[in-house]
T-cell receptor
Framework: ETGVTQSPTHLIKTRGQQVTLRCSSQ?????VSWYQQALGQGPQFIFQ???????GRGNFPPRFSGLQFPNYSSELNVNALELDDSALYLC????????????FGNGTRLTVT | GQNIDQPTEMTATEGAIVQINCTYQ??????LFWYQQHAGEAPTFLSY????GLEEKGRFSSFLSRSKGYSYLLLKELQMKDSASYLC?????????????FGKGTRLSVIA
């Protein structure tokens, strides 16, 4: 069984730039959630995709957007990067619209300078 | 919205027992999860409680009281490798998409 994989593992961007983070869900999982984890904090929910449709969103501005593909992999896009966007971005996959436990990837560490 | 509180840091001795508490406030409770997260790694699922009572899984147990909005994670026979952050997360029934809301985590240090 293949787990959740994310790429890249680390990324450094400049304020104002755009970034795309990628996630491959665990085999058989149709739901992908994205979380932002600042240093010393718990993960904060960004949004969730179920069968290619966004079906939930946390308190993040529209410059955070995403996609889910037919193979259930997903992308997180962030436009107009701000210094406060520096964080660990975690992707998690699950079954049945998120009713089962989440399985997390190792995350992408984004640094905005 | 939800509010989840857990202690920021705890220290315990190898071989001992430690209890990590979590209190929560939510409009429509639909399950509580505990995750373990080692530094620089992904959170990994430990336990799930949706009904009151104790769930035991090896050295780890988790307890839930819905009426009190309270849960704890009990770690027995502590090992050095248990040094990690422990995240309490609640699922809210109100939201059909059931995202998890996480607490800030409790950083546990196991010392010799």
């Amino acid at each position: 069984e293949t787990g959740v994989t994310q790429s890249p593992t680390h990324l450094i961007k400049t304020r104002g730039q755009q970034v795309t983070l990628r996630c491959s869900s665990q085999s058989g999982h149709n739901t992908v959630s994205w979380y932002q984890q600042a240093l010393g904090q718990g993960p904060q929910f960004i949004f969730q995709y179920y069968r290619e449709e966004e079906n939930g969103r946390g308190n993040f501005p529209p410059r955070f957007s995403g996609l889910q593909f037919p193979n259930y992999s997903s992308e997180l896009n962030v436009n107009a990067l701000e210094l406060d966007d520096s964080a660990l971005y975690l992707c998690a996959s699950s079954l049945d619209g998120g009713k089962s436990p989440l399985h997390f990837g190792n995350g992408t560490r984004l640094t905005v300078t | 919205g939800q509010n989840i509180d857990q202690p920021t840091e705890m220290t315990a001795t190898e071989g001992a027992i430690v209890q990590i508490n979590c209190t929560y406030q939510t409009s429509g409770f639909n399950g509580l999860f505990w995750y373990q997260q080692h530094a620089g790694e992904a959170p990994t699922f430990l336990s799930y409680n949706v009904l009151d009572g104790l769930e035991e899984k090896g050295r780890f147990s988790s307890f839930l009281s819905r009426s009190k909005g309270y849960s704890y994670l009990l770690l027995k026979e502590l090992q050095m490798k248990d040094s990690a952050s422990y995240l309490c997360a609640v699922r809210d029934r109100r939201t059909g998409n059931t995202p998890l809301v996480f607490g800030k985590g409790t950083r546990l240090s196991v010392i010799a």
